[in-house]
C-alpha cells in the first residue's frame, strides 16, 4: 500500500552573513561550490508579497543547479566573532 501525497517543502539554501562575502565564497568555491541562479519556490522570481527577491550585494552559490546552495550575505554587524 502506498500514500501519494504532496512532500514538504525542501530546503532550498542556508544564508549566512559573512564579513566578507568575497573571501567565503572563495573558501566554498574551493570545494567545488560555483555560482548559481538563485532558487525561487514560484514562477513570479521574487516578485510576490511570499517570496522576496535576493538580497543586494549577496551571493548564491551551490554544488549544482538543483542541489541545496548558500545564499552569502554581507554581515550588517561591524565586528562578527566567528564560532570557536
Known amino acids: 500500500r502506498g500514500i501519494v501525497g504532496i512532500s514538504p517543502d525542501p530546503i532550498m539554501f542556508i544564508a549566512l552573513n559573512c564579513e566578507n562575502v568575497k573571501k567565503t565564497a ?46 552569502l550575505l554581507k554581515s550588517k554587524k561591524r565586528n562578527v566573532k566567528p564560532n570557536p
Not at 26 to 43: A, D, K, M, T
Not at 54 to 66: E, F, R
Open 26 to 71: 572563495e573558501f566554498y568555491q574551493q570545494l567545488g561550490f560555483v555560482e548559481q541562479e538563485y532558487p525561487f519556490c514560484r514562477p513570479n522570481k521574487g516578485m510576490g508579497q511570499i517570496e522576496p527577491p535576493q538580497p543586494k550585494n549577496s551571493v548564491y552559490l551551490a554544488p549544482s543547479p538543483n542541489s541545496i546552495g548558500v545564499l
